[in-house]
């Protein structure tokens, strides 16, 4: 029988080739002006399926963009894995900052990816991890090696906050059932550095509006008599930290779990140099909440960030007005145990009460979703840490990442299964930023480890 190494050398070109072809879809689920892409996209990931042996493909209506669903069932006795993606990208803004084309993807040399990186916007988050599970399928299809079940669930709005994620899944439990949900939209420390991600925080992401004046005004005419609502705002955003970069929001912490110190020290065991995280940021010093380094501030800590601001003039030379709004649009990242809808209407009453008379204010929540912690001990994560040894020569070390998946909250609470996040990017992948890239050798590699993951946890299953 062929090896999945065999396989991949045959097949090397094709499977960059045609995941080149699928980022080149701007398919930009916040942006309606991309809405045919996105739906192009969703039928290019059915074709796909398809070619790679899945036997059932469903393109299923939602009210939002449509969920990909495929499967292959070889035998009802045997166990199931689900595997989660999302087809959907970030907007490539700013346009200017990137070295090449969004969507004209193009395969750089670079010093951590010397076999070459693939740069386009969605290549690592997550049409190239994604598409490697559907190679990985295709290996095991085509060789007659995959040893259970798999069914596929390929999302369109998981950049938006997987709304129509949640309505489908409650509605579609059985046809959803599984043992295991697989994922690869998180990353690992390095290519020689395995990980596997064991905790994700939650996310409460709001939008404010203050309100001033009735109508733009003359600064001259009016400035130190009313209002400015750009000035107010900025106090207001300021003061949800204090000196020791603490959130202010009363309540806030109430829930936030405090890890032991044996926890912190092996987390802290995680190869970390901070000049080369520096160097990486082109940054002088890091910077957060006193009393936790930099890799426990961007994984066990909540935090509280603004994603941009805007109001009054900002075009070229010089209008001077006093504008009548001002706007900003706020992130929170949360800890397992706190709330997100709870967290929500802290940060609101308090934004409300710490404004002065003189505006109104306006929070609108945009999405959100709780943190996770997944085990351990669990057959997943050890069929996860095998397959991982059995393609890197190391054991994979367990790692909680910053950021958030929040439907992995729910389909514990729907499905009651656990979820393995089997990532193979790295953090200077520039997800969400301009350049995001996904090496070559960690696309490959991922559609190496996968198949180990099936043979394993059938065996250990």
């Known amino acids: 029988?062929?090896?999945?190494?065999?396989?991949?050398?045959?097949?090397?070109?094709?499977?960059?080739?045609?995941?080149?072809?699928?980022?080149?879809?701007?398919?930009?689920?916040?942006?309606?002006?991309?809405?045919?892409?996105?739906?192009?996209?969703?039928?290019?990931?059915m074709d796909s399926l398809k070619k790679a042996g899945c036997d059932t493909i469903e393109l299923c209506e939602t009210p939002g963009y449509p969920i990909v669903y495929g499967e292959k069932i070889i035998d009802k006795n045997l166990p199931t894995v689900l595997v989660y993606g999302h087809y959907d990208v970030q907007p490539a803004d700013p346009?200017?900052?990137?070295?090449?084309?969004?969507?004209?993807?193009?395969?750089?040399?670079?010093?951590?990816?010397?076999?070459?990186?693939?740069?386009?916007?969605?290549?690592?988050?997550?049409?190239?991890?994604?598409?490697?599970?559907?190679?990985?399928?295709?290996?095991?299809?085509?060789?007659?090696?995959?040893?259970?079940?798999?069914?596929?669930?390929?999302?369109?709005?998981?950049?938006?906050?997987?709304?129509?994620?949640?309505?489908?899944?409650?509605?579609?439990?059985?046809?959803?059932?599984?043992?295991?949900?697989?994922?690869?939209?998180?990353?690992?420390?390095?290519?020689?550095?395995?990980?596997?991600?064991?905790?994700?925080?939650?996310?409460?992401?709001?939008?404010?509006?203050?309100?001033?004046?009735?109508?733009?005004?003359?600064?001259?005419?009016?400035?130190?008599?009313?209002?400015?609502?750009?000035?107010?705002?900025?106090?207001?955003?300021?003061?949800?930290?204090?000196?020791?970069?603490?959130?202010t929001i009363p309540g806030f912490y109430d829930k936030v779990e405090e890890l032991s110190k044996e926890e912190r020290n092996e987390m802290a065991k995680a190869p970390f140099s901070i000049s080369a995280y520096k160097d990486a940021l082109n940054i002088n010093d890091v910077y957060g909440e006193n009393g936790y380094t930099t890799n426990e501030r961007n994984s066990i800590r909540p935090t509280l960030d603004v994603n941009g601001i805007w109001g009054g003039y900002t075009g070229e030379g010089a209008k001077t007005v006093i504008a009548s709004k001002a706007y900003a649009k706020i992130s929170m990242r949360l800890v397992p145990n706190q709330n997100w809808e709870e967290i929500t209407e802290l940060f609101k009453n308090h934004f409300e009460n710490i404004a002065p008379d003189s505006v109104t204010v306006k929070v609108t929540p945009h999405h959100g979703g709780q943190g996770y912690v997944t085990p351990t001990n669990s057959v997943g994560y050890q069929a996860a840490s095998k397959a991982y040894n059995e393609t890197f020569g190391v054991l994979p070390i367990p790692q909680r990442s910053g950021g958030s998946i929040p439907i992995v909250a729910l389909f514990e609470q729907e499905l009651k299964s656990k979820t393995i996040l089997m990532g193979f990017g790295l953090n200077s992948d520039a997800i969400h930023s301009p350049d995001e890239h996904f090496g070559i050798w960690n696309y490959l590699k991922g559609i190496e480890t996968i198949p180990y993951f099936y043979k394993y946890f059938t065996e250990l299953h």
């Not at 390929?154 to 906050?161: A, H, K």
């Not at 059985?174 to 990980?195: E, R, W, Y």
């Open 95 to 247: 346009i200017d900052l990137w070295t090449s084309p969004p969507f004209e993807p193009v395969i750089k040399k670079t010093d951590i990816h010397p076999e070459g990186a693939i740069f386009a916007r969605g290549a690592c988050d997550d049409k190239g991890q994604m598409y490697m599970h559907v190679k990985a399928l295709e290996y095991m299809t085509t060789t007659g090696n995959l040893p259970c079940n798999v069914k596929f669930m390929i999302e369109g709005e998981e950049e938006v906050g997987s709304e129509s994620l949640a309505w489908f899944v409650p509605r579609n439990k059985k046809k959803l059932a599984n043992d295991v949900i697989l994922i690869s939209d998180t990353g690992m420390i390095a290519n020689d550095i395995p990980s596997i991600t064991t905790g994700l925080r939650g996310l409460s992401y709001v939008e404010v509006e203050i309100t001033g004046p009735n109508r733009d005004l003359h600064s001259g005419l009016y400035g130190g008599a009313v209002a400015n609502p750009i000035n107010i705002l900025s106090k207001m955003i300021a003061s949800l930290h204090d000196e020791n970069n603490h959130i």
């Open 1 to 45: 029988m062929q090896t999945i190494q065999q396989y991949i050398s045959e097949h090397k070109d094709r499977f960059i080739n045609e995941l080149i072809d699928l980022l080149k879809i701007p398919s930009i689920s916040a942006d309606t002006a991309y809405s045919q892409d996105v739906l192009n996209t969703a039928d290019a990931v």
